[in-house]
């Protein structure tokens, strides 16, 4: 008995020697799986397989696929999806490359039109040689840019971004540049759409007074800021003037300066008030600047305050200042009417209720005031709803008139302008208006011209004959010659 057990735990130990201990699993040298390596042209493409998100993108492999057939999906934010069917043999590996750009349905269609038509368009800067309206086809899928140009009408643009196989629209509108050019933030370098003022300098470069960017230059081409001038303490500019000998001075909400090509040198220590709101040089070369507290004079490097004490007329709230062919200064004021400097010598105040001649209530808020090349005196007075008196255009020739101008709007004043042949330019809440010395009138509208505002605000003919007027909200525009 005890040799047949000794026998059974020798037999015993010898099997445990020579067979591992069984875990659970039988492994064979086979596999139920096989894999397949994806690569696509262009790459990036996302891989499902049955509608299944296999985190992987292409190129990569998807393993551990069952024997079979399988629904292959690729799937691009940008290009177009593709499927096919793909069969999986077990225990392999496959390698499958698909070139999307094969596939018309790849690419992207872009039907094009403008008003006008016969635009040629550009994608991405290279001619198609289409003229609108045209389908633009084969446009490899993502962003892209389309341009269209025609002559006289100003370039338009505009960036697109769609995906492979779409369809779509784009229509412009062009902008006629026969007439007029107008530059605004989102066609040109100019930094602000609200404009208060524009001078030309005697290199014709425009300099352009912004309510809230400050100040600008445009010699044509290039748009120079000036914002950011340590000497210019305020980004609302009121008022510019090129002097003859060709300083470039500058009134701001909050002081002057002035700047002779190479350096600015600010003034406001000079002044009675910071809040400057108009500037003139008269025919002595003497610079004129009209403060809320008192009308200034630059003379032989000097500044002197004119004020009610030295004039016995109150000089508060000046709104504008103008100078004669023969040297008389003429002041404008919010509040207290028309004040003339007669000679250097003797002061005239001039109030719209003591004004004989006139027989309506008119108001003594003077917006703007201007003598043109014969003399004549043109002041523009708003109206007051408190004291129940309207606005009127003023004529002072020997005595004082009132000027009804045919408008089929409300008449509201911002600024004048004389040109060379003496004609009455007016900016006002509605467009421009040009009134000749015969009387005749001409308006020119934003609507038929182009100006994309209708609060215009000041007005100037340069050395090439072109007009720029400024506007509240519609930038600057170019009026060309011969045009207007």
């Not at 210019?232 to 909050?254: M, R």
């Not at 004389?418 to 509605?430: I, K, P, R, Y």
């Amino acid at each position: 008995m005890k040799k047949i057990i000794f026998i059974s735990l020798i037999a015993l130990l010898t099997v445990s020697c020579d067979k591992e201990v069984f875990t659970g699993l039988v492994e064979s040298g086979a596999t139920e799986f096989g894999k397949v390596f994806i690569s696509t042209n262009p790459g990036g493409y996302k891989i499902f397989i049955d509608n299944k998100f296999m985190n992987v993108t292409s190129p990569d492999t998807v393993s551990y696929l069952s024997d079979g057939v399988h629904r292959l999906t690729l799937k691009h934010d940008v290009y177009s999806d593709s499927s096919t069917n793909i069969t999986i043999s077990k225990n392999s590996v496959q390698s499958l490359s698909i070139d999307m750009m094969k596939n018309p349905r790849f690419y992207s269609k872009v039907i094009c039109s403008t008003n006008p038509q016969g635009a040629k368009i550009f994608l991405n800067g290279q001619q198609t040689n289409l003229v609108t309206p045209a389908a633009v086809t084969n446009i490899f899928p993502g962003e892209f840019v389309l341009k269209f140009t025609k002559n006289n009408f100003r370039d338009d643009s505009v960036t697109m971004k769609v995906k492979g196989g779409q369809l779509a629209e784009i229509y412009r509108i062009l902008e006629d540049t026969s007439r007029t050019v107008s530059y605004r933030t989102n066609n040109s370098g100019i930094t602000s759409n609200m404009i208060k003022k524009v001078v030309v300098d005697k290199q014709n470069n425009k300099w352009i007074g912004t309510i809230d960017h400050g100040l600008m230059k445009f010699d044509g081409k290039k748009w120079t800021s000036y914002e950011n001038v340590p000497a210019l303490k305020s980004t609302f500019i009121q008022t510019l003037l090129v002097d003859k000998t060709g300083k470039l001075w500058v009134g701001t909400a909050n002081g002057l300066a002035v700047f002779d090509g190479a350096v600015w040198v600010n003034y406001d220590d000079n002044l009675p008030s910071k809040f400057v709101s108009d500037l003139e040089e008269d025919v002595f070369g003497n610079i004129w600047i009209a403060t809320l507290n008192g009308l200034v004079r630059y003379r032989n490097n000097s500044f002197y305050t004119f004020n009610q004490a030295n004039t016995g007329f109150p000089q508060t709230f000046l709104s504008s200042v103008s100078s004669s062919p023969s040297g008389e200064i003429w002041v404008g004021s919010s509040v207290t009417g028309i004040t003339e400097f007669y000679m250097s010598m003797y002061w005239f105040q001039y109030k719209a209720s003591e004004m004989k001649e006139i027989t309506r209530g008119i108001s003594d808020i003077v917006k703007d005031i201007i003598v043109d090349r014969a003399g004549r005196v043109w002041s523009y007075h708003a109206a007051d709803p408190s004291l129940q008196v309207t606005s009127a255009l003023l004529k002072g020739e020997g005595q004082w008139s009132v000027v009804d101008l045919p408008l089929l709007f409300y008449l509201d004043i911002n600024s004048f302008y004389v040109d060379s042949a003496n004609n009455l330019w007016m900016c006002v809440n509605g467009g421009l208006l040009r009134y000749t010395e015969a009387g005749q009138l001409k308006v020119y509208d934003s609507d038929t011209n182009g100006f994309f505002s209708k609060q215009c605000t000041s007005f100037i003919i340069d050395q090439n004959g072109d007009g720029w007027l400024t506007t509240f909200g519609g930038g600057i525009a170019k009026l060309k010659k011969g045009t207007f």
